[in-house]
């Protein structure tokens, strides 16, 4: 049997899937889908928008990952965004491009987690594009969110706490063990959520000093979870102390320098402070990789990085205090290096 195709299909016939499935009737859509523009009315708070790329080859590759994963991390990674600003996610548009010899099926999953994502953040599709591509696949997002105040990556102060929510690292550590299983993992958002199931014929085994270790699926699969369906950080408990804001998307360090360099401030922070899952620890080891550089530089955690007064404790992770204008990382010697916003950039060689 001939798979059916996206050229098969045709855009109208896929537009109107799009439409039939999400369609939602919602009070501050006035025109969704269907018209040259969508209409949104907001009162009285500020519109925040957001717009994310994912362009196969650079950002994703399909050896790895599912449709349905990529679709709800492409959702994922813009409501970080919208978190990491202390916003309320609300509209979605989505661009896809595609061969015209893409299986129906591929954008199918794809529509699936999207959706997925989308009910999971209460966020509403209110239009996008569509295109046929001459290379790989292209995604792009955007996502608007609502709020009252909001916190920018400005606005930390010398005295400040420097806090994170969730554990760093997971996300990289993730990313190497996928690419030992060397193939797709279809786990999904949904379905098998608290589900443990050992994948036939995987296993990840490796050296822990001079002895052999293998990993248990119960360890490998949260961490594969989170570079595969990473869930964007709600920042709504955060966001009444916090004074600066950002989420890890690229990186502990790099965006840490981010807040530094908009705030006109240093940072101290302490290794020991760093939080470190057990199993990632445990994971990283049998890879023969270091857990705090996974935490420190790997990326795609989203995660929420702020600052906020001293005070009572918060449902994060103190890991440091803002300074004047060293950036500063001790170790759990004690030992001082100054840290700098190494990590990944598009364009550099
Ligand atoms: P136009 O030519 O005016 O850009 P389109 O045919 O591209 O119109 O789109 C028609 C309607 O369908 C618009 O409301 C647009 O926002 C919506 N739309 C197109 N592609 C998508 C998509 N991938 N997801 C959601 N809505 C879409
Ligand atoms: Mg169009």
């Not at 009285?44 to 991390?73: A, C, N, P, W």
């Not at 979870?225 to 966001?239: D, G, K, Y």
Request: aromatic fraction near 6%; charge should be positive.
């Amino acid at each position: 049997m001939r798979r059916e195709t996206i050229s098969s299909l045709g855009e109208l016939a896929l537009l109107d899937d799009i439409r039939r499935r999400f369609a939602r009737k919602c009070r501050d859509v006035r025109v969704g889908i269907g018209d040259d523009a969508a209409v949104i009315t907001t009162p009285g708070e500020s519109l925040l928008i957001t717009t994310d790329m994912m362009v196969e080859g650079v950002h994703f590759d399909l050896r790895f990952i599912t449709g349905y994963q990529l679709g709800f991390k492409l959702v994922s990674v813009n409501v970080s965004d919208i978190y990491a600003m202390g916003g309320t996610p609300r509209h979605l548009l989505l661009n896809i491009a595609v061969r015209g010899n893409t299986p129906q099926e591929f954008v199918r999953m794809l529509l699936n987690g999207i959706g997925d994502a989308m009910n999971h953040y209460g966020v509403i599709l209110v239009g996008g594009d569509l295109s046929s591509a001459k290379g790989g696949v292209s995604l792009a997002a955007t996502v608007t969110g609502t709020g009252r105040r909001f916190l920018l990556r400005a606005g930390a102060r010398v005295g400040d706490g420097i806090y994170v929510t969730g554990r760093l690292g997971d996300s990289a550590c993730g990313l190497h063990l996928l690419k030992k299983v060397g193939r797709t993992v279809p786990i999904t958002f949904r379905a098998s959520r608290n589900l443990r199931y050992p994948l036939p014929g995987m296993r990840v085994s490796g050296r822990v000093g001079s002895k052999r270790a293998g990993l248990q699926w119960e360890t490998v699969e949260p961490l594969l979870r989170r570079h595969l369906l990473p869930e964007a950080r709600n920042s709504a408990a955060l966001r009444r102390a916090a004074t600066a804001m950002i989420d890890v998307s690229d990186g502990l360090l790099i965006d840490l320098s981010r807040v530094c360099d908009e705030s006109g401030v240093g940072a101290r922070i302490f290794e020991e402070k760093i939080p470190i899952s057990s199993r990632m620890k445990m994971a990283a080891k049998c890879l023969g990789l270091d857990p705090m550089t996974l935490a420190l530089t790997g990326g795609e955690d989203y995660e929420i990085l702020f600052t906020r007064r001293h005070g009572k404790e918060t449902a994060a992770t103190r890991i440091g205090e803002v300074t004047e204008s060293e950036r500063v990382i001790v170790s759990r010697t004690g030992d001082e290096r100054i840290f700098s916003n190494e990590g990944y950039q598009h364009f550099s060689g």
